[in-house]
């Protein structure tokens, strides 16, 4: 795994970075906690050096001021919700006393009180990502890193967490950083955003900067559009398969060109017709979500389609199926990379 | 679904389990349960017992202090020679134990490897002395202690040391807090497993440390000297010996049989 970035964070608002499964996200996270060793390049928080390649600096993780909630919480197995939450706070000098007292409080303010005699076998899913939360805040960090906190939850008890881990968060100090693949957690939480792929950054900046013009197949599915990236002349984009889209407007070279799944139209056979772009495919995948169809359409160019479900019966669309698809070039918006 | 099984496999299977209890029952029958305790009370098997006693923990002590920082590097630090190092230190538990003992007694006498330069230090583990019970019986046990601590390590999550890591702990709160007592089950597997085999040690004590009453005659000497003189008096201490087993192996338990 080759990380090549440069990352800025602010200690107001949260930053979240997110991006596809393999981006380099979690690998990024160790580096920053300490746990792994950087190649090049330097890592600096409030002015302290934490590494620094060209001078030789590597602050080892207990030193560091950094605070992680694992993706598997990682609460010690042989101690209580309590003790798993002073555990910081001893490591760093705290007497006993003083440091269950302090857990239980911070056990209160997450809203598991309740459950401070109990061993990390005894707690639901929601419950120890809690724990741990207060485990990693109780040390006070100066970055708190989260690695895809809600990953082990069950769907269900999702939202509802997420709305919680959004509040306790935004209570904390410091530099708050979530890392992530689902495209709810990053709406529900980033303030800013910034987007791996690959071990780089593809784009960064608010949500509303990031999904107005998507640069990666990660944030077109969290705005659920279509990407297409190729060679733009003018009116056509040629993609790397040699396939082409006739599109609208005058940009030349490296482009990103998107459409709206409602834009695409699909028929049982070859149409005539205005549109410029007609090809055939089959279709991979129908998901009803209320009184929309979603079609994924496989073959030389990848769609997904939007109609309704009236439109769906007509066509008799099923999975396998063969379908034309159609795509007016106006409905296209094209962009330099 | 209840299986049949084949019926020679299950006369072999029968014949295996008559070889192992029938021995073990036949010593229970011709134990002198009367004279069980004046037996066990008098002077030389008291010596004896007590000796063992001593020997076997003392045996078990040098295991862990070597034995735990040895298995942690097997399991943790990658370096040349790691799987040399591993059968060398596995080697005493394949090895007929009266060649172990020949061999100490080469390296630790008067003459020898190690006994040339450190026979006059006091508490040096010269032949025929009790030091050399304690050393011939951690000779064959320890492997036994580093085994299975080294497969404990192994499979522990070292994520738990990373979040201990994060968290503030250095390496020594990180051993003491997190990896010992996540290991602690193998551990105490292991060291049941020593010290019985410590405990038990009687080709390699006898041939480095001798046969001496007080001194370095432990209960299995013991018994071999007894055999000759006082057949009935040899199955009493035997009995004592096989309870001690016994509680070993009721002690480990699923542990045993799931670790090894």
């Known amino acids: 795994m080759n990380l090549d970035l440069e990352l800025d964070a602010e200690r107001a608002g949260i930053l979240a970075i997110a991006g596809p499964n393999g981006a380099g996200k979690t690998t990024l996270l160790r580096a920053l906690a300490g746990l792994l060793a950087i190649d090049r390049g330097r890592v600096e928080l409030d002015g302290e050096v934490l590494d620094d390649t060209t001078s030789g600096i590597h602050l080892e993780p207990e030193v560091r001021p950094v605070a992680v909630v694992f993706q598997d919480y990682l609460l010690f197995p042989h101690l209580s919700a309590l003790e798993n939450v002073a555990y910081g706070l001893r490591s760093r000098g705290a007497s006993r006393s003083a440091a269950r007292q302090e857990a239980g409080t911070w056990l209160e303010r997450v809203g598991v009180a309740g459950m401070a005699a109990e061993r990390p076998r005894g707690l639901s899913g929601g419950q120890a990502q809690r724990v741990a939360l207060a485990r990693a805040l109780a040390t006070r960090p100066a970055l708190l890193l989260l690695d895809e906190p809600l990953a082990a939850i069950d769907v269900s008890a999702r939202a509802a967490l997420r709305r919680d881990l959004r509040t306790h968060l935004t209570g904390a100090d410091g530099v708050r950083i979530v890392v992530t693949h689902d495209p709810l957690d990053a709406m529900a939480m980033a303030d800013r955003l910034v987007v791996m792929e690959s071990g780089r950054i593809i784009q960064q900046g608010t949500l509303q900067e990031v999904t107005a013009r998507p640069r990666s197949r990660w944030v077109a599915q969290l705005v659920g559009l279509n990407l297409y990236r190729g060679t733009a002349s003018g009116n056509l984009i040629t993609l790397p398969e040699g396939h082409q889209i006739r599109v609208t407007g005058e940009t030349q070279g490296s482009a990103f060109a998107v459409v709206h799944p409602r834009a695409v139209s699909l028929h049982r056979q070859r149409p005539e017709g205005s549109p410029r772009n007609v090809w055939p495919g089959q279709v991979d995948g129908i998901d009803f979500e209320g009184d929309r169809v979603r079609v994924e359409v496989g073959g030389p160019v990848g769609v997904v389609a939007e109609v309704t479900p009236q439109a769906a019966t007509e066509l008799r669309l099923a999975e396998g199926g063969r379908v034309w698809v159609t795509i007016k070039a106006t409905e296209f918006e094209v962009y330099p990379t | ?260």
């Open chain 2, 1 to 260: 679904m209840k299986r049949r099984p084949p019926t020679a496999v299950a006369i072999m299977a029968a014949l295996a389990v008559a070889m192992v209890a029938l021995p073990l029952v036949g010593l229970l029958l011709r134990t002198p349960w009367p004279d069980l305790g004046p037996v066990l009370a008098s002077p030389d098997v008291r010596q004896a017992l007590v000796l063992s006693a001593e020997c076997s923990v003392g045996a078990l002590g040098v295991s862990v202090v070597l034995g735990v920082p040895l298995a942690w590097i097997l399991a943790r630090v990658s370096f040349p020679g790691r799987s040399l190092v591993r059968a060398l230190v596995t080697l005493p538990m394949v090895l007929p134990p009266v060649v172990g003992g020949v061999a100490l007694l080469f390296a630790f006498g008067r003459r020898g490897l190690v006994g040339q330069y450190l026979a006059g230090v006091p508490g040096f583990p010269s032949p025929f002395t009790t030091g050399a019970v304690v050393l011939a019986e951690a000779f064959v046990a320890m492997p036994f202690l580093v085994i299975t601590a080294e497969a404990g390590l192994r499979q522990m999550d070292q994520r738990f040391e990373e979040a201990a890591a994060t968290l503030g702990a250095g390496p020594w709160r990180r051993f003491w807090t997190v990896t010992l007592p996540l290991v602690a089950p193998s551990l105490a597997a292991g060291a049941t497993l020593c010290w019985a085999r410590a405990l038990g040690e009687f080709g390699a004590t006898i041939t480095f440390a001798g046969n001496l009453p007080g001194r370095t005659q432990t209960t299995p000497t013991a018994i071999y000297v007894l055999l000759e003189s006082n057949p009935e008096h040899a199955v009493a201490v035997s009995l004592v010996l096989l309870t001690v087993s016994l509680a070993a192996l009721i002690g480990l338990r699923q542990r045993w049989l799931g670790a090894l």
